[in-house]
């Protein structure tokens, strides 16, 4: 199963973009990349998630490597209410299902 | 607001009790997700119920249950409580629609033990 490495914390000034990186050197070549946030003690928040091109979508920007072993996310202009937990994921089968397997994530401080 | 749903926000109770945690999923929503997170940790994948049955199984303890009934509401029962077993229990759900591995969580149920 893909593990992803990401550094525990960042932090960005209110207005730059945040890049937050991740490592996933295991991935295996149909497995998708996805990351989430959670802001404080909600509820972990889907952002935006790819295979092998890079996606955007009105909350992100997602950089995949050529070789997939790594990815970046970006916050274009980053705000306050950026200021979380970010995660990202592999995909990873289990018996009949699959799961989503958070890992420590990226807190990322958005100042002011 | 996501959708799902969770009772109780806020449970206090006793070692060696036993309580249920409900969840009620997005409208259409057939796959539920329960998740605990507690401090040291991190966030931790427990089960997996799709349209009533069981798909992927986590780190669930012996003494943790959870089930999925025909309305696709999902309880997870937690007995005799220790004090580790302090955490916020997230449910989530995704289905037919939504992005692949799109989940949607509810805003937790806090659980302390006492």
Redesign the interface.
């Known amino acids: 199963d893909a593990k992803t490495t990401q550094p525990p914390s960042m932090d960005c000034a209110e207005g730059r973009a945040a890049n937050l990186p991740c490592n996933h050197s295991t991935i295996s070549g149909n497995e998708?990349v996805?990351w989430?946030r959670?802001i404080h003690?909600?509820?972990?928040?889907?952002i935006i998630?790819g295979l092998k091109n890079n996606e955007t979508n009105e909350m992100a920007s997602l950089i995949i490597t050529e070789d997939r072993k790594s990815s970046t996310l970006i916050l274009p202009h980053a705000t306050l209410r950026d200021t979380a937990v970010y995660?990202c994921i592999v995909?990873v089968a289990?018996?009949?299902?699959?799961?989503?397997?958070?890992?420590?994530?990226t807190s990322l401080l958005v100042t002011p | 607001d996501?959708g799902?749903t969770q009772t109780p926000k806020h449970l206090i109770t006793a070692t060696g009790q036993r309580v249920t945690l409900r969840c009620s999923p997005r409208s259409g929503d057939l796959?539920v997700?329960w998740?605990q997170?507690s401090l040291d940790q991190?966030?931790?994948?427990l089960i997996?119920y799709?349209n009533g049955e069981?798909?992927?199984?986590?780190n669930i303890l012996e003494r943790f249950s959870a089930q999925q009934f025909p309305d696709l509401h999902s309880e997870l029962n937690l007995s005799s409580l220790e004090l580790g077993d302090s955490a916020?229990y997230?449910c989530?759900s995704s289905g037919a629609g939504t992005?692949?591995?799109?989940?949607?969580?509810?805003?937790?149920s806090?659980l302390t033990v006492l």
Do not use: D
């Open positions: 998708y996805y989430y959670q003690s909600q509820g972990p928040q889907y998630h995660y995909r289990v018996n009949s299902g699959y799961a989503l397997n958070f890992g420590k994530g | 996501s799902v796959s997700y998740y997170q991190g966030l931790q994948f997996q799709y069981e798909r992927a199984k986590g916020l997230f989530a992005l692949l591995g799109e989940l949607f969580f509810g805003e937790g806090r």
